[in-house]
């Protein structure tokens, strides 16, 4: 999905953004929405087809603000060296906040 298609769809009912944030790897946007009834999810892109790869969460509002959008949501995966510790060590990182899987933002 290209910037100027989400300028159609930001407003749209059903349209959701989320920032995906691999534990290895650049941040990109995701969008999810609906249309002709079909439910659909894509990667925003380049022109040229590209996935936009951001370096921080500024650079992803500032897309965003751009088309309209005021919301997203910060999903983060978990790497599965961290999945796969010992039920300690994994109580002691949940407590930390490492282990949040997605947020709500607005901005």
């Known amino acids: 999905m290209q910037i100027k298609e989400l300028k159609h769809l930001a ?3 059903g349209t959701e953004v989320s ?3 691999p534990a290895c790897g650049a941040m ?3 969008v999810n929405y609906i249309l002709d009834e079909t439910h659909s ?5 380049t022109k040229q087809g590209e996935v936009i790869a951001l370096k921080n969460l500024a650079q992803g509002y500032d897309l965003l603000r ?3 959008l005021h919301k997203a949501t910060l999903e983060q ?3 599965h060296a961290e999945l796969c510790i010992p039920d300690t060590a994994k109580q002691w990182t949940s407590d930390t906040g490492s282990r949040s899987a997605a947020m709500q933002l607005k901005f």
């Open 11 to 13: 407003h749209q009912l």
């Open 19 to 21: 920032f995906i944030e």
């Open 28 to 30: 990109v946007i995701k």
């Open 41 to 45: 999810s894509a990667l925003l892109k």
């Open 66 to 68: 751009a088309v309209g």
């Open 77 to 79: 995966t978990i790497p």
